[in-house]
């Protein structure tokens, strides 16, 4: 059983600016609610009941979400208006939660390993809630979770994108063992076309070993100064236990203003199809 899932929460949301200047990314709303509790609600619906959150300066926001709002609550109580609070109140009775700060923003490695302190000594997800996944009935890290209960290794999602698309991911080569799932052999990060393994791009999905921690500590800094996830997942490739899974669903960059703007149609037909 995975109880813990990670949530790296630091990054700066350049893209987004200036709609991210003193506002973190993961707060940006499809429909009423924002990214990061889409994320929560995948996790939960995973059993992983322990949220942990790297935050930065600036992120005050994600804390307060999922705390309650006296005022407001006394406000609305009774009203027909408290069906709005009734999904983040489910998530605050039934997960607990809990911060730490990446002080010096050195990437999406280096922002896990400032969340070792949270995971301990166990296996744990990790969700970068900017990549927004709808699947039905089960969410992506719920299949993953599957995935991981018969391999007992690390797991990454991964999604088949265009060769002009590689250059934002990481991109695995491995070995298909059953349909749409790959012993990895090489993992390549942000690579060009010609570069690039496969087309088989690793998503903001992980559940890692905790072994991963250690391999981290040693990972120098790699492209653009930043210690990557990427170098470290490799050692443990190299020892043949990392899994790359094909998830079933959908998935949107809502880093991006094409992401975001494409998940908040698909969400909002969705809504409006089930009124
Ligand atoms: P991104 O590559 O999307 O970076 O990070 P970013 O800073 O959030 O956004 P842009 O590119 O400037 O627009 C992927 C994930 O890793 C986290 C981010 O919060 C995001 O969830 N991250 C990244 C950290 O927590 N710390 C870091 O140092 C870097």
């Known amino acids: 059983m995975i109880r813990k899932c990670l949530f790296p929460a630091a990054g700066y949301g350049t893209r987004f600016l200036p709609a991210t200047k003193a506002m973190p990314k993961e707060m940006l709303p499809i429909l009423t609610k924002p990214l990061i509790q889409y994320g929560i609600e995948e996790a939960l619906q995973a059993g992983m009941q322990n949220v942990a959150i790297v935050t930065g300066r600036g992120k005050r926001a994600i804390e307060d979400h999922f705390d309650t709002n006296y005022e407001l609550e006394h406000l609305i109580d009774g009203t027909s208006k408290e069906a ?6 489910y998530l605050i009775e039934h997960c607990t939660f809990s911060y730490t700060r ?6 999406l490695g ?12 166990e296996p744990f997800g990790v969700i970068l809630a900017d990549d927004l996944c709808s699947s039905d009935p089960d969410g992506v890290m719920r299949q993953m979770v599957k995935i991981y209960e018969k391999y007992r290794c690390s797991i990454v999602a991964i999604e088949r994108v265009a060769p002009e698309e590689t250059h934002k991911y990481g991109v ?5 063992i059953e349909e749409g799932v790959f012993r990895v052999t090489d993992m390549i990060e942000k690579p060009s076309p010609e570069e690039a393994p496969s087309n088989l791009a690793i998503i903001g999905r992980y559940i890692l070993t905790p072994d991963i921690f250690t391999i981290l500590e040693k990972t120098p800094a790699g492209s653009g100064g930043e210690i990557q996830i990427t170098d470290a997942l490799l050692q443990q490739a ?13 998935r949107y960059d809502c880093g991006s203003i094409d992401g975001f703007v494409a998940a908040t149609n698909a969400f909002y037909q969705l809504q409006k199809s089930g009124e």
């Open 84 to 89: 709005y609070l009734q999904e983040i109140r």
């Open 102 to 107: 990446q002080i010096e923003m050195r990437g």
């Open 172 to 176: 695995i080569a491995g070995d298909e």
């Open 110 to 121: 280096h922002a896990i390993l400032t969340g070792e302190v949270l995971i301990g000594d």
């Open 238 to 250: 190299k020892e043949g236990n990392v899994i790359a899974y094909e998830f079933k669903g959908d």
